[in-house]
Every structure is written in structure tokens, then in C-alpha cells.
């Protein structure tokens, strides 16, 4: 079965600096990945999302991913952290034949001034 | 495009109350799910329609729960009777029906009961 790993339930960073979020995925077949965020009282808003296309995927708000198919990861980066990037962080995976979101457990994301 | 709209935002109601929170997906979006979001279970699919038939409900959590889609642009989810372990945000959220198209979620309803 699907799963998804998001190391980290809380991260913090300063202002500036880089963001990484970490999502490993178990999958026998390379599967649909995703990262949404959740604003605080807000559903969840797609920042990017990888279809094999590319393995590197550029989403919104300056973010991008990288899908590694030796590590089954699936990192979520942001070159220079800005204090409106504040928010829980979901990863996501689809698996092939399927339309049912496998979550994983979120990472809340604090930007220090 | 309007998005995937829910309501009420906020719900308040009373032990043994029945509740009944709305959606209405993307047009042209033919698949539909409803998810729970607590602090201490995360987020939880309730149940999945594909072309207004409900394809999946293995994880709507008793009998007191119910989910209609009437139609491609309209769905239900009724709580009967409301406890308030069923205090949580719950989101709807639409998708077409094409591998890794990704779901757009509307902005949920907050349900207290007390």
C-alpha cells in the first residue's frame, strides 16, 4: 500500500534562510506526488505537484521539489524563507489506478524574525 | 472560477442535533471527497464519489453519518445525531477524474458541538 513519511512535525527557520521539508514516499512504481499548505483557517491550497513529467517541479510562492527516485523522496525547498511562508505543510501521493490521497501527518512550518 | 465552495464556515450546535454541511464542487470536476480534519487523527477521508455515485465510504465513522450527491454541482454531508466527538474541520474537495490531476479543497467547515 501507498504511504507517505514526513520527517519533522514542526520546523523552524529564520527569516531568509532555506526551507526544507522532507517527504519519503513507499511506492513500488513511481506514483503522482503532491505538497499543499494550509494557511491557518484555510483548506488546502496545491503548491506543486509531480506527474514524471520532470523531477524537478516548480510550484507556487517560490517553492520547488525534487523527485528522487533512488531515495523515494520527494523534498520540499524554498531558497530564502519569507515570514508569510508560515504554515502547515501537507505531502501527498496518488497511486497509479487510483484517485485516493494517501496524506502524510503534515509539518508546521515557523518563520523566526 | 469560484472555487470549491462549502457552508456554513462555522457551525455551533448542540449534542444530538442534526447538522448538514454543504458543497458545491468545480464545475466540470466529476470526482468528490469529504474529509475530517482533527488535531489528533490529522485529516481523514470520509467518503469518495465519482460521477455522483458514492465510490468509497469505508471511512465515514458510524451510522450517524451520511453523504448524498444529488447532482454533479451539489453534495451533502449530515451528521444525525451530532456528539461532540464530531467537533472537527470538515473539508470538501473536487477533481477531475484523470490520474495525478490533484484535488482543489474548499476553505472547510469549522463544526462545534457542545
Known amino acids: 500500500a501507498q504511504s507517505v513519511t514526513q520527517l519533522g512535525s514542526h520546523v523552524s527557520v529564520s527569516e531568509g534562510a532555506l526551507v526544507l521539508l522532507r517527504c519519503n514516499y513507499s511506492?513500488?512504481?513511481?506514483?503522482?506526488l503532491f505538497w499543499y499548505v494550509q494557511y491557518p483557517n484555510q483548506g488546502l491550497q496545491l503548491l506543486l505537484k509531480?506527474?514524471?513529467?520532470?523531477?524537478l517541479v516548480k510550484g507556487i510562492n517560490g517553492f520547488e521539489a525534487e523527485f528522487k527516485k533512488s531515495e523515494t523522496s520527494f523534498h520540499l525547498t524554498k531558497p530564502s524563507a519569507h515570514m508569510s511562508d508560515a504554515a502547515e505543510y501537507f505531502c501527498a501521493v496518488i497511486g497509479s489506478g487510483t484517485y485516493k490521497y494517501i496524506f502524510g501527518t503534515g509539518t508546521r512550518l515557523k518563520v523566526l524574525a | 472560477d469560484a472555487g470549491v465552495i462549502q457552508s456554513p464556515r462555522h457551525e455551533v450546535t448542540e449534542m444530538g442535533q442534526e447538522v448538514t454541511l454543504r458543497c458545491k464542487p468545480i464545475s466540470g470536476h466529476n470526482s468528490l471527497f469529504w474529509y475530517r480534519q482533527t488535531m489528533m487523527r490529522g485529516l481523514e477521508l470520509l467518503i469518495y464519489f465519482n460521477n455522483n455515485v458514492p465510490i468509497d465510504d469505508s471511512g465515514m465513522p458510524e451510522d450517524r453519518f451520511s453523504a448524498k450527491m444529488p447532482n454533479a454541482s451539489f453534495s451533502t454531508l449530515k451528521i444525525q445525531p451530532s456528539e461532540p466527538r464530531d467537533s472537527a474541520v470538515y473539508f470538501c474537495?473536487?477533481?477531475?477524474?484523470?490520474?495525478?490531476?490533484?484535488?482543489?479543497f474548499g476553505s472547510g467547515t469549522r463544526l462545534t458541538v457542545v
Open positions: 474537495a473536487s477533481s477531475r477524474t484523470v490520474e495525478g490531476y490533484g484535488y482543489t
Open positions: 509531480y506527474t514524471s513529467a520532470a523531477t
Open positions: 511506492s513500488s512504481v513511481p506514483p503522482y
